[in-house]
């Protein structure tokens, strides 16, 4: 099972907040979090304009402001989760830059798992999901605005490669650990040039040769990776607007539910440059659908 024991979740005492607890609460058992730190970084200490810290003034006027961030943070901690059993969870309220912070304490807590938000307009913190995605050494969940916290499709975009490897492994996990949601494993089939389409026969043409690749090599992939045939659901795409994200986000919407689960790259310079652009596309782009990327 998936084993992200040492979680932090990013809050910023928004509406966003409440949506990213509400899937946490649903699935962190099948995540396998243990230990959960909800964290909110300050650009200062200074006071600021928020209704919540408002409200909890007139009751605690002599609290400072991070211990009223903490007691705000904590009652809808508090709310969503109730009891959870086998979760262990802190309150972290922190100063200092937001994007630098929360790398910086994602890495001190020693999280296997970042969870953040991502909203449909940026409130201008730094802190975007491609560029936390790129940096941050744990393996990072971002939920959208407007998504929900229930999963019926699991989906794996797949080049055959050592990243998809672990995240159909990490997915086929998850899965097993829900309600055996169906894993779909999305290849897209790059188009060949135009003058070798046979348009009158297309399974026939250069076109019918690409697919039919494409379904030996997702048989050999699965053999290597001890992966059964009825463990997953193969899909093959032509990559007809040459936009392999495009492609991916598609598939995911016209399948209700979806978590996309992809594999990054590692952390060399030239990995970190490599870090893959569809994936930071779907890192920019994703709206309906969370994603998981999994290192």
Do not use: C
């Amino acid at each position: 099972m998936l084993a992200f024991k040492r979680a932090l979740v990013a809050l910023d005492l928004s509406e966003m907040d409440l949506q990213l607890l509400q899937f946490l609460a649903r699935h962190y058992q099948a995540l396998g979090i243990q230990k959960l730190y909800a964290l909110h970084i300050m650009p200062d200490f200074t006071e600021p304009s928020h209704p919540d810290l408002d409200f909890q003034k007139r009751f605690a006027p002599e609290a400072p402001v991070d211990e009223r961030v903490e007691s705000a943070i904590k009652a809808r901690v508090e709310e969503v989760f109730g009891e959870a059993p086998g979760l262990d969870i802190d309150i972290e309220v922190r100063e200092g830059k937001p994007y630098e912070k929360l790398l910086h304490w994602t890495k001190i807590k020693e999280a296997d798992l970042l969870i953040m938000g991502k909203k449909r307009l940026s409130e201008g913190s730094g802190i975007t999901a491609k560029r936390v995605a790129r940096n941050v050494h744990a393996a990072v969940l971002l939920v959208p605005d407007g998504a929900g916290a229930e999963i019926t499709n699991l989906v794996v975009p797949n080049d055959f490669s050592e990243n998809a490897a672990r995240a159909l492994h990490a997915a086929l996990s998850f899965s097993r650990a829900m309600k055996g949601q169906p894993v779909h494993s999305l290849h897209i089939v790059d188009l060949p040039p135009g003058q070798y389409y046979n348009r009158a026969a297309p399974d026939r043409g250069y076109l019918g040769l690409l697919m039919e690749s494409a379904r030996l090599a997702a048989r050999k992939f699965r053999d290597a990776q001890g992966i059964a045939d009825d463990d997953i659901v193969d899909a093959f795409q032509e990559n007809s607007s040459n936009n392999l994200a495009a492609h991916i986000l598609r598939y995911a919407n016209d399948h209700r539910d979806s978590l996309l689960v992809m594999g990054a790259k590692g952390h060399t310079p030239f990995e970190t440059f490599l870090f893959g652009s569809v994936t930071e596309r779907l890192a920019q782009s994703i709206e309906g659908q969370p994603l998981l990327i999994v290192r």
